[in-house]
């Protein structure tokens, strides 16, 4: 096996040779003369990942969690151009939840590195090594092949699939997809985007906003939308699923339906009219912006202009830097108020941890998803 695949574990080949190999290092672990330590895997986590960085950032991902999530984690790492039959790496790892404890946690990750044509017999090699009884999570990185057999295997033996839109070559292109997997899986299996997780204190500070009854009527007459997003210094990476669902789950809430389709704007991002309930259209840009301390993709500010009573109003959440937003309404050009609020920015690991806690469907973040592809 070639060396960088080494430092993963212990090499082995066949669901049997895995198993008896994951028993050894438990007993291994059992004689260093420590406290006693449980295997008490809570769930089945299936990676599936095409590039090994993306496999590392999900194993310390796993390990970070295992003391709330402990788990029989099966990472496939798939390299379809190389010619050679699937090998599989792994190792157990231990970790003390807190000092005074008595039992650690065990957690169990393995390795699948396919390589060639990996469609025929992935799942079958995944599959058993599954914890029975289990929930089991599919996580997805990069653009998921939503039609190809391998992934429809994996995603039927799933309770929840995640992906991250964030990934995705062309989020405008593969979110539809996505809108798709969520109605073919319903009843089975529930989808959810760690975009729309990122997406969670941004839809509370928005809510929050018509919380207060003189700004509530607002909503019926709302005249236009901004939510900008950012990108890289050269604005080559352009990632708007956020703005995209951030669009989707307010229209979905206040009934917008499209009034033209999404299409790109001279200035960069898109352009296009959307239609409130028994309204005008009015228009909404998803605009990309050069943030310095922000992943491309991220939300950096939401601008939303109503009329109500005879009065404009503006109502504004935007970041002040990487952690802090500042909150503003301004109601016939007199600001009524501005505060700021505390955004810490999630990270992968709590991004994953809290969709672990959930299994069933989401049906906010599907009416949102619908929403926006809707625009296509």
């Known amino acids: 096996m070639a060396q960088a695949v080494a430092d993963w574990g212990v090499p082995a080949k066949g669901v049997a040779a895995i198993e008896r190999e994951l028993a050894r290092l438990r007993r291994e672990r059992q004689r260093e003369g420590r406290a006693s330590r449980a295997r008490s895997s809570v769930l089945d ?49 231990c970790d003390v939840p807190a000092p005074a404890d ?16 990996i469609e025929p017999r992935i799942a079958s090699a995944v599959i058993p090594l599954l914890v029975s009884d289990l929930p089991v999570f599919l996580w997805w990185t990069g653009t998921p092949p939503t039609g190809a057999h391998h992934f429809t295997q994996l995603a039927g033996a799933s309770s929840r699939v995640i992906v991250d839109s964030a990934d995705f070559a062309r989020a405008e292109a593969t979110l539809p997809r996505i809108a798709a997997l ?52 050269d604005g080559r990476q352009s990632h708007p699923s956020q703005a995209l669902l951030l669009f989707g789950w307010l229209g979905s809430r206040l009934g917008w339906s499209p009034a033209e389709p999404l299409s790109s704007s001279e200035a960069g991002g898109h352009l296009f009219r959307a239609r409130r309930v028994g309204g ?15 992943a491309p993709g991220d939300l950096s500010g939401v601008r939303l202009e109503a009329a109500a009573g005879g009065r404009h109003a503006m ?11 500042c909150v503003r309404v301004a109601i016939a050009g007199h600001p009524v108020l501005e505060r700021v609020h505390v955004l810490p920015p999630p990270g992968v690991v709590e991004l994953l941890g809290e969709e672990l806690t959930i299994m069933a469907s989401d ?14």
């Open 45 to 93: 986590l299936i990676v599936f990942a095409t590039r090994e960085v993306h496999a590392r950032r999900a194993a310390a991902s796993i390990a970070e969690l295992s003391r709330r999530h402990p788990s029989r984690a099966v990472i496939v790492l798939a390299d379809r151009d190389a010619p050679s039959e699937p090998e599989a790496a792994l190792t157990v790892r």
């Open 102 to 117: 008595r039992h650690e946690l065990c957690y169990e990750q393995v390795l699948v590195r396919a390589r060639g044509p």
């Open 182 to 233: 969520c109605t073919a899986g319903r009843g089975r299996y529930g989808v959810t985007d760690l975009s729309w997780t990122r997406l969670t204190a941004w839809r509370e500070l928005v809510a929050q906003l018509f919380d207060v009854a003189d700004f509530r009527p607002y909503l019926a007459g709302v005249t236009g939308l901004r939510a900008s997003y950012a990108v890289d210094v």
């Open 280 to 294: 005008e259209p009015f228009p909404v840009r998803l605009r990309p912006h050069y943030e310095r301390d922000l």
């Open 315 to 325: 109502f504004d959440v935007d970041r002040v830097d990487r952690e802090h937003v």
């Open 363 to 376: 049906p906010a973040y599907e009416e949102a998803l619908a929403a926006a592809v809707s625009l296509g």
